[in-house]
């Protein structure tokens, strides 16, 4: 048995030792599959912070984790007679064997054009074999809604719903702004909710478009927001101020500073 193998048939084991009625833990006892699947994806996103940061241990023990929620889950799983592991593996085994045709015989890799899109039409025809119809069957409720708005706009796009190009998107998001902004002066709560929504689901879809990932900008955006709103309150510590007593003017002149001097 290799290494590997050895290792996880021990997390394996572990993990069975965790949920044993007897002398397992209280906590993992009490677990469900709903219970630990907000852990789950928890764990995805440390897993890409750990990649974001370059750090080698951190990733090492980040997959971990997420690999130990896939070792939960499948325990849960196998104590209700579905599926265990082992089953899991081999799922992703024969998919993988099946979405590669131009790597395992089925087809040369010269005959593949776009893999993407081979990639796509095997997964199309997988929803269609398991009963799923219509180009956005299958989109998981629970991705991060902006994640969720591109891939919906991506799989549209596959079957010709789309822009001609990036520029033609512009009009669609000054219509929506428009939109947004008559309903802020009318007051309707729900119409700005809703207008808004529509403002950002056509900004992701010109994030595709432009070949951005809208989650991964605004998470960008997002630190470096952190950033410098950190320098901002290094600022306000080295000037003696409180940051609860600022004004408006205070604190764009500390944005401005924090920007000059990045």
Not at 132 to 152: D, F, N, T
Not at 201 to 219: S, T
């Amino acid at each position: 048995m290799s290494s590997a193998a050895q290792q996880l048939e021990a997390l394996l084991e572990l993990m069975r030792r965790l949920r044993d009625p007897q002398r397992g833990c209280p906590w993992d006892r009490a677990q469900t599959l709903a219970t630990i699947a907000p852990h789950t994806i928890e764990e995805a996103y440390e897993v890409a912070d750990a990649i974001a940061s370059d750090d080698p241990a951190r990733i090492r023990d980040e997959l971990g984790d997420l690999l130990f929620q896939v070792v939960f889950q499948a325990q849960l799983a196998g104590e209700r007679g579905w599926f265990d592991f082992a089953d899991v593996a081999a799922g992703i085994h024969d998919k993988l064997v099946r979405r590669h045709r131009h790597v395992f015989g089925e087809a040369a890799a010269g005959e593949v054009a776009d893999l993407a899109q081979a990639w796509d039409s095997a997964k199309a025809a997988e929803r269609a074999a398991a009963g799923a119809s219509g180009a956005l069957a299958g989109v998981a409720q629970s991705l991060p809604a902006l994640a969720r708005a591109a891939k919906l706009a991506r799989r549209a796009a596959a079957v010709g719903f789309d822009w001609s190009d990036e520029r033609a998107v512009r009009p669609k998001i000054a219509e929506e702004l428009r939109e947004t902004e008559y309903a802020v002066s009318q007051g309707d709560a729900a119409a700005v909710e809703e207008e808004l929504g529509d403002t950002l689901f056509a900004l992701a879809n010109w994030a595709r478009l432009l070949k951005v990932d809208p989650e991964n900008a605004l998470r960008v955006a997002s630190r470096k927001f952190e950033r410098r709103f950190a320098a901002m309150e290094a600022l306000i510590a080295e000037r003696g101020w409180v940051a609860g007593e600022l004004d408006a003017e205070h604190w764009e002149q500390l944005w401005v500073a924090v920007k000059a001097a990045e």
